[in-house]
């Protein structure tokens, strides 16, 4: 199994900026692409940026220029670098673990995090 566990969300103004951190435990040598997503109240949960284990990124078209995803393999964490936050994305912050690659040994495609809440005040 892997776990996921996020932190840094905050309550923020707009403009401001927040670091979001994912750090990944157990099998994480099954991991491939992480990514981060993001649920606001009455919404459905939506893709916000991905990154490959080659370091190809991802990212939705409303966070581009503002949002920056990087990962450490030496330390099995993801990042989620926000700057300029706006009111709109106030939302549940998820971190997502693709492991395809040992899709039979764990019996799961994938694992998310718990969540981390994100306030941007106007």
């Known amino acids: 199994q892997v776990q996921l566990v996020e932190s840094g969300g905050d309550l923020v103004q707009t403009g401001g900026s927040l670091r979001l951190s994912c750090a990944a435990s157990?099998?994480?040598?099954?991991?491939?692409?992480m990514g981060w997503y993001r649920q606001a109240p009455g919404k459905e949960r939506e893709l916000v940026a991905t990154i490959t284990t080659a370091g190809s990124t991802h990212y939705a078209d409303s966070v581009k220029g503002r949002f920056t995803i990087s990962r450490d393999d030496a330390t099995d964490s993801a990042y989620l670098q926000m700057n300029s936050l706006k009111p709109e994305d106030t939302a549940v912050y998820y971190c997502?673990?693709?492991?395809?690659?040992?899709?039979?040994?764990?019996?799961?495609?994938?694992?998310w995090g718990q969540g981390t809440q994100v306030t941007v005040g106007s």
């Open positions: 157990g099998d994480t040598v099954c991991i491939s692409a």
């Open positions: 997502n673990a693709d492991v395809k690659a040992c899709r039979l040994r764990l019996g799961e495609l994938d694992y």
